[in-house]
């Protein structure tokens, strides 16, 4: 990975040009989940760090939000074609350093490519909308403008897709932004630091338009309780997310939430089983269940609830289990320890409540899995309203659950948990499919017809409601929360006609 520059990294923080922090004794070894091999060391950033780098992202911004936007969107396009240079690089260290397998690591870097086309065309496009005043002579708009510097935390299992989302938009809305990545998965943020740094310098830009801090819990609590970021934008567990929403809360600034889910799949008795099923089995297994749009619950017609779990129970045996980097592979590790005991402390749960373990459960030995993080992915027939079913477990587990009647019984079982990012039914009846997407139907932020849970495209806006947080990042309009918006009313007359209609003589 030597043409990363991710080796003998011993910085806590990088502001593109700049790096920092080298001296603090306090690091953090990285163990790749797929063969427990040391990827690298990394210096956890302190309170002093963390100060050097607003004050750096503050004094960038100050420049950055005068370079006209489709400017930025030239430098944003210049970040898209050297991700397309490292492509390879990175994807495999997304692979290795997080444990999906490779294609889903060169899938992460494609994601963040696309984003930057995006958000170079956007950088064209943010626009305001103009309205008729009720007054005459004047005229009234709206404006956005830059917001400031925007706080990114992100999570180990899209360590860098989902980085790119927050930052390439807030770039080209003339924000800089602080990106505090996972602490399990900090090497990729280093990469990535390294990719940036050249396009910085290649530019002449200002430090610190994109910063990078490594660090733990604590710097993100700062970043929440910070009043000089205007902006926090956090994925990760709904528990993390309440706490980072109450602080940003407290002092009334702007969070981005994009928290746990738990979806599901509806399959009704029109479902076209030869597409559901590998739908199903890579929401359920892919990324080994780490996705927050996993699958994790399947509701099933009565009618063809014998038929399905039959089919499954053949799939998941023959599921390439190993590691991530080997071809062939589709099921990586866990990518950690607590991860595993999560996983087994479910199932142990769900059983206690009258679940019905049907396969899987297990976790792999042997030289080839010694890291102990590889397990075999399990399904159990459980009910919706088991406590360990309403929760999200980060980990391969798919929860069979039984309906009969009508589409709406379905409906209230998709919707009857506390979270609700992604949801989808399989059906090729037109009616089951539009009482999904209507007002009574799925609550869900996503919510796909005949396409799995997981997989979503960048263009469209990204998040959920409920506990998944309410935030929407990447596509459609979601730029918008990277500015602030401002209403402008110009009066071209001779006289001040006063709005309402009053009359104020002096
Ligand atoms: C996440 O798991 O935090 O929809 C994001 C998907 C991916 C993004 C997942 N495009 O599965």
Sequence with gaps: MRELGIQDHNAAWSTGLEWG???????RTIHSPADGQVIGTVAMATAEDYEAVVAKAQEAFKTWRTVPAPKRGEIVRQIGNKLRDYKDALGKLVSYEMGKILQEGLGEVQEMIDICDFAVGLSRQLHGLTMHSERPAHRMYEQYHPLGVVGIISAFNFPVAVWSWNAMLAAVCGDTCIWKPSEKTPLTGVAVQHI???VLKDNDLPEGIFNLIIGDAEIGAKMAADGRVPLVSATGSTRMGKK????????LGK??????GNNAIILTEHADLGIALPGIVFGAVGTCGQRCTSTRRLIIHDSIYDDVKARLLKIYPNLPIGHPLQDGTLVGPLIDQDSVNGFKSALAAVQKEGGKLLIGGEVLEGDKYATGTYVTPAIVEAQNEYATVQDETFAPILYLIK????????IDLQNGVRQGLSSSIFTLNMREAETFLSYGGSDCGIANVNIGTSGAEIG????????????????SDAWKVYMRRQTNTINY???LPLAQGIKFDV
């Design 21 to 27: 922090g080298a001296d603090n004794k306090n690091t």
């Design 196 to 198: 940036i740094k050249d």
């Design 244 to 251: 980072v929403g109450e602080a940003v809360g407290a002092r």
């Design 255 to 260: 969070s981005l939430l994009e928290l746990g």
């Design 403 to 410: 309906y009969s009647g009508e589409v709406t019984a379905a």
């Design 460 to 475: 469209g806006a990204f998040g959920g409601e409920k506990e998944t947080g309410g935030g929407r990042e990447s596509g």
């Design 493 to 495: 007359s001779t006289t």
